[in-house]
């Protein structure tokens, strides 16, 4: 069995102040290496018009750097959303860049990211440590790309209309503190042509893999041992790398894997989400799986009704707040919710179970069947309403039974407005300092325990307990 304690609850983000303006842009450095043609054509909803201007940069060139990890193009942002720091009022410096991932098929492909340079100093063991995060859940429109986002934190689109967050620079922020460098990727097809790939383990695995093998073009620095860091679709993308590192890239020294409530095993998850406010993202998932399994076209076809069909046109091009305002009240008020997207009644995960092809298509992408070669920790809310928990933890089980050293850790927060998402989502920042002082522990050598942070217990919270 692996390690496993309930989580210490601590207050983990401070406010923001949010500012609109444009970013920096100058002429890309292109790397020079083996070249191939870029594999991903626009998909629907995409035209032209969504890659000039200021969002060029986002355009793969004709030509592709064939080796992972290769930095293709690169500039400099600035960076207008800001925590409380001593130390000045960003603490780092910040670039976009595109570099070469490899997808689900073994195709070389183009990804944007962005990397943050903390001003702070690294002041643990060894050389400076780099993590990398894979973003929560911020929809499967290339205007909710992490990093055409990292600037201000908020985009609007009025066109669309949509609207965006970045989340995830709140985070960030706290770790540039520690003197850790970040890395965000965009993952496979966000923010670039084609499809976001959404819940593809591979396809996400491989581009957390490859940001990390970005590095040393990025900063010159050769030796960054790595950490990989994730909550929800993000967990779910830091698990995958966790495991995949041994066999797709080596090279990359990996320390340690946070994963956040890691969505897992897609049928179960998909019993949690469809009657949820955050229901959408069923249609994310379903776009990104058959962008990759087309053969499972005609299945998806053959249950799926008009309405669900309109699901699935509308979410591809969509933020997680428009799903939310279009879909979330299906998801968290009417019963049974994804009956209404399929021909027969029956909800997804029921689809799921019962057609072949669709169990086939779901299966693949099981998180848990290969040991990661360094320390993970695990974490789930026994009540998170969205994506359930005791597939985490048997996620953590599967890899202990592999020889991993993995820790899951239960989070027992109460049940609050059921189907709202709000059990998914409030651990994310309740515990976000114990997963952040695991991680940079993993760094030197140290196991942190959690409810051990100087923070934590400023913040007066008790630790709950252990199992």
């Known amino acids: 069995m692996p390690r496993s304690r309930k989580n210490s609850i601590a207050v983990g983000a401070a406010g923001a102040a949010v500012a609109v303006a444009a970013s920096l842009l100058v002429a890309p450095s292109i790397a020079s290496a ?33 080796a992972p990890g290769s930095v293709i193009r690169r500039e400099p942002m600035d960076l207008y959303v800001t925590l409380p720091n001593v130390d000045g009022p960003w603490p780092g410096k910040a670039e976009r860049f595109m570099y070469t991932s490899t997808d689900n098929n073994g195709v070389p492909t183009a990804v944007t990211g962005m990397v943050m340079e903390p001003i702070a100093e690294w002041t643990g063991e060894g050389a400076r440590p780099t993590i990398v995060i894979g973003p929560g859940t911020v929809g499967q429109g290339d205007q909710c790309a992490p990093s055409r986002l990292g600037s201000t934190m908020l985009g609007i689109d009025p066109q669309k209309p949509s609207i965006g967050i970045n989340y995830e620079l709140l985070f960030a922020n706290v770790m540039l503190r520690d003197g850790v460098r970040v890395v965000m990727t965009d993952y496979i097809g966000l923010g670039t042509p084609g499809v976001h790939t959404y819940m593809n383990r591979l396809d996400q695995g491989h581009a957390m893999l490859d940001a990390a093998r970005a590095i040393p073009a990025l900063t010159g620095q050769a030796d960054a041992p790595v950490g990989f860091w994730g909550y929800s679709q993000g967990g779910g993308a ?21 994963a956040g409530a890691p969505p897992a095993d897609l049928e179960a998850v998909a019993g949690g989400v469809q009657e949820n406010l955050i229901v959408g993202v069923l249609g994310y998932t379903i776009n990104g799986l058959l962008e990759r399994h087309p053969e499972s076209q005609a299945p998806i076809d053959a249950i799926i009704s008009p309405r669900g069909q309109e699901v699935l046109e509308a979410t591809r091009t969509q933020c997680i707040g428009d799903s939310i305002i279009e879909f979330g009240a299906l998801g968290a008020i009417a019963p049974d919710p994804t009956s209404m997207m399929t021909k027969d009644g029956r909800n997804i995960q029921e689809q799921i179970r019962t057609i072949p092809r669709l169990k086939e298509m779901t299966d693949r992408q099981l998180i848990g069947t290969l040991r990661p070669n360094a ?67 993993q760094f030197n050598g140290v196991d942190v325990a959690p409810g051990s942070s100087t923070e934590g217990s400023a913040a007066g919270l008790p630790p709950v307990g252990s199992s």
Not at 384 to 400: F, G, M, T, V
């Open 34 to 66: 083996q070249e191939m043609a870029a594999p991903h054509p626009m998909s629907p909803g995409e035209n032209p018009a969504d890659f000039e201007g200021a969002n060029a940069f986002y355009m793969p060139p004709e030509q592709i750097p064939a």
């Open 238 to 258: 830091a698990a995958a790398a966790a495991e995949l590192a041994e066999s797709y890239a080596p090279d990359v020294d990996v320390r340690a894997t946070f």
């Open 375 to 441: 320390p993970v920790l695990v974490t789930n809310n026994i009540n998170d309403d969205a994506i359930p928990h005791d597939q985490a933890q048997a996620l953590a089980e599967r890899w202990s039974a592999l020889g991993a050293d993995v820790e899951f850790r239960s989070v027992p927060l109460p049940t609050v407005a059921d189907r709202f998402a709000i059990g998914h989502l409030l651990p994310m920042p309740l515990g976000f300092l114990d997963a952040k002082n695991w991680l940079i522990g």
